[in-house]
């Protein structure tokens, strides 16, 4: 049986590699016969006879320039996740700067603020329970269950209960102060209409008030019952016992709620490295260092072609003799130099991130500083 090989040159068409990812790049194309011609060289043409034909070496030079893009738009997606994610996938994004932004982080402070009562996005709801005099405990799960509202499968859960009790200003009172202009007019001029803060005969700072009004809610916390609550196994407990009818106010979410805001109600955007709009590379703009590693990890492909090809006959009659073709050996090495070059790209790109390029900013301008320490400073007299 006659094994056809390499004749020792090509000439590349559109249609050639599999795909045709870049046959419509002239850069491709003018680079596709060169490089068949390296790789048949590097494999020992014309000593040796190689058992592949042009359109190997083309699927192998194909494979190799997206191979290089697969690794490179993964770098740059672990680099940028978090900036992309929600962005709109309708549009390639290759060749364009990815500027970082911290909407994803303002998107995880808001569950925080959510969480405090300060903003968020969950929306947060408001009930009562009739207060009832003598009557100290209320459950609040047979109110949420006659909520024809609350989905009971998640239910809900209390953020705040409501006391509005007098303000501290209404206690904020000297008898023995006086201006001569009047409390009701002084009072009013400060929008205290129908209050009675003390008044001095000096203005004094507005951090002395403050501290007052805090002495009297503390005293209040400290010295009286107050007006509190306790909250277990959804029985709400209020202190003191009402002695008059009336209605505890409560603020809520609904735990549904919290789930689905999780979720972004954006459709066609970006949600993973699955559909970050990467396209495949354009041969044309790659550089030399890329164009480079492309060539040795398409011959490295070619290689495992041969030795699989090899692998199939084994051995091949010539006149009198057999040759074997030793394509263990082939595979072998073909397997472990496509490894390596993964691994040095990958470091390459490790090299660049923006990690890498912020911690090696801060070690030079370390450097710099320490080197300028050295430098003796000049004294002048004028």
Do not use: C
Not at 318 to 333: E, K, W
């Amino acid at each position: 049986m006659t094994v056809p090989t390499w004749p020792g040159s090509s000439s590349f068409t559109t249609g050639s590699t599999p795909f045709g990812f870049y046959d419509s790049d002239i850069d491709f194309q003018n680079d596709a016969d060169k490089a068949a011609l390296f790789m048949s060289r590097r494999l020992g043409y014309p000593m040796v006879a190689i058992e592949l034909q042009d359109i190997n070496f083309y699927a192998a030079f194909e494979q190799a320039v997206t191979t290089y893009g697969n690794e490179l738009y993964s770098y740059k997606v672990r680099d940028n996740q978090l900036s992309l994610e929600g962005m709109a996938t309708g549009s390639s994004i290759n060749n364009r700067s990815i500027i970082p932004n911290f909407e994803n982080v303002v998107r995880l402070s808001e569950m925080y603020g959510t969480e405090a009562g300060a903003g968020g996005i969950v929306p947060y709801y408001s009930g009562s329970v009739p207060a009832l005099p003598g009557v100290q405990t209320y459950d609040l799960k047979a109110w949420a269950e006659a909520s024809a509202s609350i989905d009971p499968q998640h239910g809900i859960e209390i953020k705040r209960v409501f006391y509005k009790g007098p303000s501290v200003i209404n206690r904020f009172y000297d008898p023995y102060s006086g201006t001569g202009f009047g409390y009701r007019g002084m009072m009013d001029s400060f929008g205290f209409g129908g209050m009675s803060p003390a008044i001095n005969f000096l203005m004094m700072p507005l951090s002395y008030d403050l501290q007052v009004m805090n002495s009297i809610e503390l005293s209040d916390t400290v010295r009286r019952s107050n007006y509190s609550f306790e909250l277990r196994d959804n029985k709400l407990k209020v202190f003191p016992v009402p002695i008059n009818s009336g209605s505890i106010w409560f603020e809520y979410i609904k735990r549904e709620d919290r789930i689905s805001s999780s979720i972004s109600p954006v459709t066609g955007s970006i949600t993973d490295v699955s559909n970050v709009p990467y396209s495949n590379p354009t041969y044309a703009l790659i550089n030399s260092i890329g164009r480079s590693w492309i060539f040795e990890y398409a011959l490295a492909i070619a290689k495992e072609i041969l030795g699989y090809v090899r692998g199939k006959y084994t051995s091949i009659p010539i006149p009198g003799d057999v040759v074997n073709l030793g394509y263990s050996d082939l595979l072998n090495a073909a397997k472990d130099e496509q490894m390596a070059l993964i691994t040095i790209l990958r470091e390459k790109f490790d090299e660049t991130s923006r990690k890498s390029l912020l911690e090696r900013k801060a070690e030079e301008t370390d450097s710099l500083n320490k080197e300028l320490r050295n430098v003796p400073f000049r004294i002048y007299i004028g």
